[in-house]
Antibody
Framework: EVRLVESGGGLVQPGGSLRLSCAASGFTFSNYWMGWVRQAPGKGLEWVANIRQRGEERVYVDSVKGRFTISRDDAKNSVFLQMDSLTAEDAAVYFC???????????WGQGTMVTVSS | QSALTQPPSASGSPGQSVTISCTGTSSDIGAYDFVSWYQQHPGKAPRLMIFEVTKRPSGVPDRFSASKSGNTASLTVSGLQAEDEADYYCSSNIGNHRYVFGPGTKVTVL
């Protein structure tokens, strides 16, 4: 079964850091671009970051540039999102997803919730 | 970064059709044939319904179709069924492997 499972969400204070993980199974992880998408409570989807195969390219939405870092470990079939200098605007459910078709996220995890509050 | 616009809501009776628009600019929808559509039920992860403007992934019913003209993409759901009631989001490539989502349209089956 093709599957993505996120972990690492939780409550963090403003200015703090959090590292999200996403474990992939059921497909050849190293062959795919991977991405993170977030959804604030009651709001729409927002693309956050993408990473190319072998980590050769990383791109970010402007609002997280310089604060978030996407990375991957193909040996562990995992993708990560290091989030620093968190603000209340970063509070959301964070989804990990696979770019399995051209410009399409075909496999999604269940999401992990990030809460930023003092 | 660029923003896409969608109507906040759309509705139709069972068996009818509903069309959702997604309007961008010549820098996103108008520039690339990389428009996708996602369905999201409450509390669930999104599901890819359409990619590359018109293509359906395996398992998506052919009641779902899509098109693009200029800077506007559209998703049509024909033969509406109760399970089609959900939020629908368009997405477009904006260059250099970056993407933007529309604000979403809530589809109600009357």
């Amino acid at each position: 079964e093709v599957r993505l499972v996120e972990s690492g969400g939780g409550l963090v204070q403003p200015g703090g850091s959090l590292r999200l993980s996403c474990a992939a199974s059921g497909f050849t992880f190293s062959n795919y671009w991977m991405g993170w998408v977030r959804q604030a409570p009651g709001k729409g989807l927002e693309w956050v970051a993408n990473i190319r195969q072998r980590g050769e390219e990383r791109v970010y939405v402007d609002s997280v540039k310089g604060r978030f870092t996407i990375s991957r470990d193909d040996a562990k079939n995992s993708v990560f999102l290091q989030m620093d200098s968190l603000t209340a605007e970063d509070a959301a459910v964070y989804f990990c997803a696979r770019w399995g078709v051209p410009a399409g996220l075909d496999i999604w995890g269940q999401g992990t919730m990030v809460t930023v509050s003092s | 970064q660029s923003a896409l616009t969608q109507p906040p809501s759309a509705s139709g009776s069972p068996g009818q059709s509903v069309t959702i628009s997604c309007t961008g600019t010549s820098s996103d929808i108008g520039a690339y044939d990389f428009v996708s559509w996602y369905q999201q039920h409450p509390g669930k992860a999104p599901r890819l319904m359409i990619f590359e403007v018109t293509k359906r992934p395996s398992g998506v019913p052919d009641r779902f179709s899509a098109s693009k003209s200029g800077n506007t993409a559209s998703l049509t759901v024909s033969g509406l069924q109760a399970e089609d009631e959900a939020d629908y989001y368009c997405s477009s490539n904006i260059g250099n492997h970056r993407y933007v989502f529309g604000p979403g349209t809530k589809v109600t089956v009357l």
